[in-house]
């Protein structure tokens, strides 16, 4: 019983095994780039850019069509009782009459002062200023998202620093604790790198922590759920180390020609513009050219069709001699009534008109100034937008050029730092070893050598992340 529930153990704690193992191969290795592709797609903010971009492409095309005529076609059925205006003889009568109108009309606007033109200038530029926008979203985005990888590469490093750091501690106390049961070395010495070993275990902890809320950060842009166990592809050595050779005058000017939001505001104060010019139009006359089709039915309508004639007396008469009168006889013709049929009522009926119209604004209770004053505003307004756009940009890039410009200093410090703390660590670890160091000698040195390693790793992907915000102003974010 016992070998049998053993044996059932085994293949639990098998299956458990397996199960974790293909959960942790299903999870592939991202780079920076799948990350960004990955964050675009899934992002709320781009997705409504996108539906924006195409409102605004809708507008421009209605913009276009508005050139074209309108055509519309109308049909009435009515029912009059009582006495009412028979739609075919225009004649009152007191009856149920049974009536149908059709009309087919269109119209076309020859000029109005250019609105049409002017609005489809304005509405392509608006639509030219959303795709930028849409552009700066995905721009933004991309930033965010390399900011947040670089920052889990940072973390990463920190971490295999920190274990690095704790298993040569780990080393020195095995062994210490040789020599400390050969009476070779002080007890307090081993007491000072197990401690030692617990401040490298805290920073392997809050190293690993950052790291962990580096990814949260990052699976929050990417829009997916978090994984602790996805794995991201490390950077090579000349994208962490290369120099940046630019000025903030040659970065800002190129931001202004590259930068998506610089092109999104110029091309709103321009929409702007060509509004104003719309709504000026609206001062002037509008001819417009329209025709119509028209005919109708009417249960009341009717023809006379001849039967026959006869002679009947009139009351006109003559006097004979013998005093009587003969009265005058004349021809009459018969008709009887018949309903004129549907169809041919429907082609009898029949009429056409072409007017040319010309509507001339006189006073129209001020709504076309004020149409104009409230356009002058909206480019007034675009305007203010787009140079405080330029005058951020530029202070933006001056104060990102010197944080990298800092950054590079102080990466550069640091790296002559960790090689003479490397020089010194080596000295002292020789020393300790020897029997001639202390521990205390040793610690010191270790924790210099440590925490400059340390700071190197950080100032280097500072370094990065200040290059790769003014890539950003240049609008080249690449790999």
Known sequence: MKLRSFCL????FYTIKVVAQDSTRNITSLNIQKCVEIAISNNLNVAQSELAAKRANI?????????LPNFGANVQQGLNQG??????????????????????????????????????????????ASKQELQQQKDNLTLNVILAYLQILNNQELVNQSRNQAAVTQEQIRRSEILNKDGAIAPYQLADLKGQLSNDSLSIINNQNNLEAAKVALAQYMNVPYQKQQLFEPLNAEQLSSSYNNN??????????QLSLVKASNLRTKSAAKAVSSAHGYLYP??????????????????SIFTDSARVATNDYVNLQNGTRSYVMANQNNY?????????????????????????????????RNRIALAKIDLKNAELVEQTTRIQLKQSVEQAFFNMIAAFSRYKTLQSQV??????FKATEVKFNAGVGTSVDYTVAK??????NINLISARYDYVLRMKILDYYQGKLTW
């Open 419 to 424: 090689s003479s703390y490397i020089e010194s």
């Open 336 to 368: 009887r009534q018949e309903k004129i049929s549907y169809q041919d009522q429907f082609k009898n009926n029949y009429n056409s008109a072409i007017t040319l119209g010309l509507q001339i604004p006189i006073f129209t209770n001020w709504v076309a």
């Open 248 to 257: 903030p005058d040659a970065i800002y000017h190129a931001a202004l020609e």
């Open 59 to 67: 507008g421009f095309n209605q913009a276009k069509l508005n050139l």
């Open 447 to 452: 924790n210099k050598l440590d925490a400059a």
């Open 83 to 128: 006495r009412s205006i028979d739609p075919f003889t225009n004649a009152y009568l007191n009856q149920q009459i049974n009536y149908t109108n059709y009309s087919v009309g269109g119209s076309i606007i020859l000029f109005n002062g250019f609105v049409l033109w002017n609005t489809i200038k304005q509405n392509l530029l608006a639509f030219e």
């Open 9 to 12: 153990f085994l293949c639990f």
């Open 286 to 303: 509008t001819l417009s050219l329209n025709a119509y089709l028209y005919t109708n039915y009417s249960s009341a309508a009717s023809k």
